[in-house]
């Protein structure tokens, strides 16, 4: 375990066992569709791709980035920081997160891509803290429900680190501390 993190919440190997069921899932439910997955940068970084890898279907991928957090805290501010590249007119979109949280984010985005008129659009993360949540957000697919603690791990940061870790922990206060630890040691 990385010394910075004080917890596992979500094990290596319970996330490759639940990637792969979330992906059937989508299998079963999209079968004989193309699913536009839209991934929201960075953090979904290696949800995506695991999930693309083992989802049998056809598949178009293209990305957002979105941005309202800055070190642990949320700013409520959501801002479009990159957009698609490509058209979702009558697609069947997949919005693919790393996690839920006040839901703001997820709020703003369907918002915005409801009005480029995709055929369906539905949401799928990897993690969701229900009790942080301030508008709703219709999930269909859920990987894990978290307490609400900062986590970090499978393409979740503080400060662009920790993205690489294959599970999902949370950090040690110290690690916190410093604005400036925003550097790889
Ligand atoms: P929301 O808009 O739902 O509050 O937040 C969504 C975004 O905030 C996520 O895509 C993620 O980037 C960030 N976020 C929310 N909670 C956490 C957390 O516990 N850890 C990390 N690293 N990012 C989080």
């Known amino acids: 375990m ?16 639940r990637v792969k069921e979330m992906a059937l899932q989508i ?42 957090y800055s070190g642990t805290a949320s700013t409520g501010v959501v801002r479009t920081m990159l957009d698609l590249k490509q058209s979702i007119e ?10 839920v949280d006040s839901g703001l984010t997820m709020n ?7 009005t480029r008129n995709p055929e369906s659009i539905e949401v799928c993360t990897l993690l969701n803290k229900p009790s942080c949540r301030k508008v709703e957000v219709p999930i269909k697919y859920c990987g894990f429900e978290i307490p609400d603690k900062f986590v970090v791990g499978y393409g979740l940061d503080y400060n662009e680190l920790y993205r690489n870790l294959p599970y999902i922990g949370v950090l040690k206060p110290s690690a916190i501390r410093l604005e400036e630890k925003n550097e790889c040691k």
Not at 48 to 66: C, G, H, R, Y
Not at 90 to 99: N, P
Not at 108 to 114: A, E, G, Q, S, T
């Open 90 to 99: 009558g697609k069947h979109v997949i919005i693919v997160e790393d996690i």
């Open 108 to 114: 703003y985005m369907m918002k915005n891509l409801r």
């Open 2 to 17: 990385h010394e910075d993190i004080r917890e596992i919440l979500v094990s290596r190997e319970q996330i490759e066992k």
């Open 27 to 68: 299998s079963v439910d999209y079968k004989g569709k193309c699913v536009f997955f839209i991934g929201v940068l960075k953090g979904c970084f290696l949800f995506l791709s695991d999930l693309a890898k083992n989802a049998a279907v056809d598949t178009n991928v293209d990305f957002m980035m979105l941005s309202s």
